[in-house]
């Protein structure tokens, strides 16, 4: 036997290189996008529709659909699109991804690949010494688009040669003529493999090359196309197995549709293969079944020419090359329309039942209790961290989350205040927002340590700084949490001096809690949204700010005077100003935020 462990070596480089070219293509286009992606993805859903042609768009961008539904998970994880909208960009995906097996037919057999790889890195190394971020970016997505082939040239050399092995040939042979169950042993291996090497498109490239030189048959090729249909959902599986609810069900969603489409096609499998061998022959490509049998059949009536064939003696030119030649792109041009009219048919049917998708997702996978979930970070998880440009959107999400989580402690805060002094009540209020003060450290912590990861990524100089203003406010935001926390033990030494409060001072302290929560309220709307923050809600958190500070100095000044005048004790005024600083310290750490928000963010300002 000729084929090494080193060309099995050989083999496994060769693809790692194919799947390292796709990464850094993908890579290169995100950066080179930025923001754009993100926003084209989480925008083009607002229908099944529009979903589905932007799933089709980024995965035959990104050359991935198992890049382009990991990204649909973690959207859905930001709470960025509904169930029913991830459902219907996955099912763009599925078509999309059929894009990369096109340009592999295309071009991977029809022309010399090593013409244009050496020269095309050429030309893209200099971009990567630009000064200039998007220039770099362009210059590695050109050299991933030269891997990508690269790597499909060296597997096409390293796949082991069945032809020239009798004895694994015989092996094959004796497992491909079993009828239907090799068409479900050959959809077993397509899943496994596609599983183990976690892209279709790989699967795709190793099965075009053994089916163009006939060492398989073309509907067995099929049957493990068909097969890395479901290999590929194992990477969003994984993906969201430590997302939330909702990516657990959209990962499970693109498992069903893939699922649910191969049992169809297994109930017409060979009128299908039928079905797009007459498509192929119709578009004068040729039959895609006569490779496998001519050269099966060309050692018995032609054994001298088959021996110089697969020795690689054939002179240029020769007849049977050129004949080998136009069936091989029949095959490639028959499987590449193989997997896309699969995918096209499956969509038609699957789009108009959305609804059903989501009710049967729901009860494979039911919700947690509310208190399951309740203190634990609601939209990002570290297991998410597939493209970093992308995860900025999950990341602003879970502030918005902190900040209404923050903002209920204010509300705490404010109710411990009237609340009776020892009473269970005061107990009671006072634990829980020293709970949520515990939890928003951790929250703090998680976040920061998430946004940290995602600036170790591959990221644009915008998304490093978009990602530096976000930790910004993250810091803010606890900040007035700790506040919050303070208020109470001040209450707490007031209570334990045993000082009261009189009405007057009940009322004030109510007015600057008006204050502060109208100040909170308009903050979270512009964190909500940042990319379309508005000018005039800018202005009007500036003049709530105006507003506290006014307040403070007023009541300041009133405090003295009230003291010295018996209004009421001097200790109490004490206590009564700490809150009141306290809560002007809140409004502080609000506007520092508006700021963040408006220095940061002022090119997406309206």
Not at 130 to 139: E, H, L, N, P, Y
Not at 401 to 415: G, L, P, S, T
Not at 568 to 574: A, H, K, V
Request: glycine share 6%; charged share 20%; aromatic share 10%.
């Amino acid at each position: 036997m000729n084929y090494t462990l080193l060309d099995f070596l050989a083999l496994l480089g060769s693809v790692g290189l194919f799947l390292y070219g796709m990464k850094v293509m993908s890579e290169g286009l995100q950066k080179a996008a930025g923001d754009r992606l993100r926003n084209i993805l989480s925008a083009m859903t607002r229908n099944r529709f529009t979903g589905t042609l932007t799933g089709f768009a980024i995965t035959a961008l990104i050359q991935s659909s198992s890049a382009s539904t990991v990204m649909v998970v973690s959207f859905v994880n930001a709470g960025l699109m509904t169930l029913a909208q991830s459902m219907a960009v996955i099912f763009g995906a599925n078509v999309g991804t059929t894009f990369t097996a096109w340009i592999i037919a295309l071009f991977g057999f029809k022309v010399d690949t090593s013409l244009f790889i050496l020269p095309l890195i050429a030309c893209s190394v200099p971009l990567l010494f630009s000064k200039k971020s998007r220039t770099k970016s362009i210059g590695e997505f050109l050299i991933g688009f030269s891997f990508l082939f690269m790597g499909l040239d060296m597997i096409s050399d390293y796949v082991p040669d069945l032809q020239s092995n009798p004895e694994m040939f015989a092996f094959l042979e004796r497992y491909a003529s079993m009828g239907f169950t090799s068409v479900l042993l050959f959809l077993l291996v397509g899943i496994i493999v596609t599983a183990v090497i976690q892209s279709s498109a790989a699967t795709f490239a190793i099965v075009l090359i053994m089916c163009t030189k006939g060492w398989i048959s073309f509907d067995l090729a099929c049957a493990v196309v068909l097969g890395s249909n479901i290999g590929t959902t194992i990477t969003p599986l994984l993906a969201s197995m430590s997302g939330n609810v909702a990516a657990k069900r959209t990962a499970m969603g693109h498992l069903l549709f893939n699922a649910l489409g191969i049992i169809w096609t297994l109930c017409v499998f060979y009128p299908f293969v039928n079905l797009n061998v007459w498509i192929t022959e119709a578009l004068g490509q040729g039959n895609p079944e006569t490779l496998f049998t001519y050269v099966n059949t060309l050692e018995d009536t032609q054994p001298d020419i088959y021996n110089q064939l697969f020795a690689g003696s054939l002179p240029a030119g020769h007849e049977v090359l050129a004949k080998i030649a136009m069936m091989q792109f029949s095959v490639s041009f028959g499987l590449s329309m193989f997997h896309t009219v699969f995918n096209l048919i499956n969509l038609s049917i699957m789009i108009w039942l959305t609804g059903m998708y989501v009710k049967i997702v729901e009860k494979l996978i039911p919700a947690k209790h509310k208190e399951d979930e309740e203190f634990q970070l609601k939209f990002i998880s570290a297991g998410l961290l597939s493209a970093s440009e992308l995860n900025i959107a999950q990341a602003e999400k879970e502030m918005t989350v902190y900040a209404q989580r923050v903002q209920r402690m204010i509300d705490m805060a404010e109710n411990l205040v009237h609340s009776k002094e020892k009473s269970e009540e005061f107990s009671q209020l006072f634990s829980r927002l020293e709970k949520y003060e515990e939890i928003s450290d951790r929250m703090e912590i998680e976040i920061a340590n998430y946004l940290n990861r995602c600036a170790e990524g591959r990221l644009s100089n915008e998304g490093k700084l978009h990602i530096a203003a976000m930790l910004n406010i993250v810091s803010e935001i606890e900040s007035i949490a700790d506040c919050c926390f303070g208020c109470a033990k001040i209450l707490i030494r007031k209570q334990e001096s045993g000082v009261d409060f009189t009405e007057l001072i009940y009322k004030n302290i109510d007015t600057m809690f008006g204050y502060l929560k109208e100040a909170m309220t308009d903050m979270i709307e512009l964190l909500s949204d940042v990319e379309k923050a508005r000018e005039v809600a800018i202005i009007r958190s500036y003049n709530k700010e105006r507003e506290i500070n006014n307040l403070r100095n007023q009541l300041r000044t009133n405090n003295v005077e009230n003291i010295n005048n018996k209004v009421y004790e001097y200790q109490s005024g004490i206590y009564y100003m700490d809150i009141i600083n306290d809560l002007e310290k809140m409004g502080d750490y609000i506007i520092n935020v508006v700021d963040t928000i408006r220095d940061h963010f002022r090119k997406h300002v309206a």
